[in-house]
């Protein structure tokens, strides 16, 4: 029996909802089989976007103002802390041990990002070298 056969005996309505109710099984089913196609995640995903779009520019907004207060705040940390090594107060140990874990992120993200450093990474190298000196000298 042909399936415009089967059509035939039921109304607009009634044939859109078996027409309806079949693709919904058959996207089921494709779903469901071993195969990478994923129709029902694809719609889902699609709906997702549509309906989130604003929320998402907003967090994708505020996600660049977190990093860039974040970098800015290890900046600086970095070059408050040279500075005050520069004018001669002194750290404590806790201090120095917090300040080379700033460094350590900062030049990590600076490289990821491919980040011009000039004035940081000086300040960076030469509180490495103070460190390396104090500790040297059991001063810390």
């Not at 994923?38 to 779009?53: C, E, H, I, Q, R």
């Not at 080379?100 to 960076?124: F, P, R, S």
Request: proline share 2%.
């Amino acid at each position: 029996m042909p399936i415009t056969t089967f059509f035939t005996g039921f109304s607009t309505g009634e044939a859109a909802a078996w027409a309806l109710a079949s693709l919904v099984a058959l996207l089921t089913l494709i779903q469901v089989s071993p195969l990478r196609l994923n129709p029902w995640d694809t719609l889902f995903a699609w709906v997702g976007k549509k309906t989130n779009s604003k929320q998402i520019a907003q967090l994708d907004s505020l996600e660049k103002t977190v990093i860039a207060l974040w970098v800015n705040d290890h900046r600086y940390r970095i070059l408050t802390f040279a500075r005050e090594c520069r004018a001669g107060i002194e750290h404590s140990s806790d201090e120095w041990s917090n300040l080379l874990c700033v460094c350590d992120e900062y030049e990590v993200y600076v490289e990821k990002k491919q980040i011009a450093n000039g004035i940081v990474k000086a300040d960076t190298r030469y509180l490495r070298d103070l460190y390396q000196e104090l500790s040297r000298e059991h001063k810390l």
